[in-house]
């Protein structure tokens, strides 16, 4: 399931059980659709705002289990009537929904973040809902589950944070946080000049700091990736080609200089020839902590 800055999560392949499909991509025609009324279109914030407040109250009203009173559009309210019925069908908690909503919100007021456990904050709530609600599909909720899906949703949000720096400065946002930035003595103000010069080459500082993050979303992936050995079947192969999909942006990130600005790394045809042959061969790594060291998976 994809949604903004995780397009690297896939939108119920043919490798998801195909009582699952509708299932996901109802939870996907959710997320997508809140996504885009935070950042697409010319709608001003407020009107943003109300209309998110209105998914937030029809959430909600789901939760209760009682009829949705929330002022909704006809298409809004065709998107609820889907994710409702789903809700029921696989007995889904509201929770990771609302982390979603709170997230897009955010995403309307806040374009910068201040440090490590501020930018880990806002992936708890835009990123690892996700990965909580899939785990629910297939009746995976242990707690270790759970914990190995929160460090594989949040490496893979960051490894898109690293991919999209030069389309997030764009939209005026930075997912560098600006401690990050003032450890290689880069000043905030330099954001918008990067922006401006992205064709220019990108300093060693800039590339230092773009290192840095590649380097904290490889650990969370890392730090997650035991999950996707343990499931069984299908949706571990299918979580197995998305951890090497988002590791192998990272390597195109390291070949390209670190330098997302000229070098957007992407996933081509040719690479996934590479991501079935990992995903297939590479032997199950060691757990690991996600600030920590953990063995590759790469081969």
């Known amino acids: 399931m994809a949604v903004d800055h995780y397009e690297n999560f896939p939108v119920a392949s043919l490798l998801l059980p195909a009582r699952l499909r509708p299932a996901v991509r109802d939870l996907y025609a959710f997320a997508r659709g809140a996504d885009d009324i935070a950042d697409e279109g010319d709608a001003p914030a407020p009107a943003r705002l109300e209309r998110l407040e209105a998914w937030r109250a029809a959430v909600r009203d789901l939760g209760a289990g009682r009829p949705i009173r929330a002022p909704l559009s006809d298409g809004d309210r065709a998107i609820f009537a889907r994710l409702g019925d789903t809700a029921v069908r696989h007995r889904?908690?509201?929770?990771?929904?609302?982390?979603?909503?709170?997230a897009f919100i955010q995403d309307l007021s806040v374009t910068r973040y201040a440090d490590e456990p501020a930018l880990l904050d806002y992936c708890r709530r835009s990123a690892n809902p996700v990965g909580r609600l899939m785990l629910h599909l297939f009746g995976r909720t242990d707690p270790a589950d759970l914990a190995q899906s929160d460090a594989l949703c949040t490496g893979l949000q960051r490894v898109n944070f690293?991919?999209?720096v030069a389309l997030d400065q764009a939209k005026g946002r930075c997912y560098i946080p600006l401690d990050c930035l003032e450890r290689h003595g880069l000043d905030p103000a330099a954001l918008d000049a990067r922006c401006a010069d992205a064709a220019?080459?990108?300093?060693?500082?800039?590339?230092?700091?773009?290192?840095e993050q590649a380097a904290?979303?490889?650990?969370?992936?890392?730090a997650g990736s035991p999950l996707a050995w343990r499931l069984p079947g299908r949706i571990g192969l299918e979580l197995r080609l998305v951890v090497h999909g988002g590791l192998r942006v990272l390597e195109k990130l390291a070949a390209g200089g670190y330098d997302p600005w000229r070098n957007r790394p992407i996933l081509g045809r040719a690479d996934a020839f590479l991501l079935c042959w990992r995903a297939f061969c590479t032997p199950r790594p060691r757990a690991a902590s996600p600030h920590g060291s953990s063995e590759s998976v790469e081969r």
């Not at 929770?95 to 909503?101: E, M, N, Y």
């Not at 080459?201 to 590339?207: G, I, V």
């Open 216 to 222: 904290q979303a490889r650990r969370a992936l890392l």
């Open 92 to 102: 889904l908690p509201v929770q990771p929904l609302l982390d979603l909503l709170s």
């Open 162 to 164: 690293c991919q999209d």
């Open 200 to 211: 220019a080459p990108p300093s060693d500082t800039w590339r230092d700091a773009v290192r």
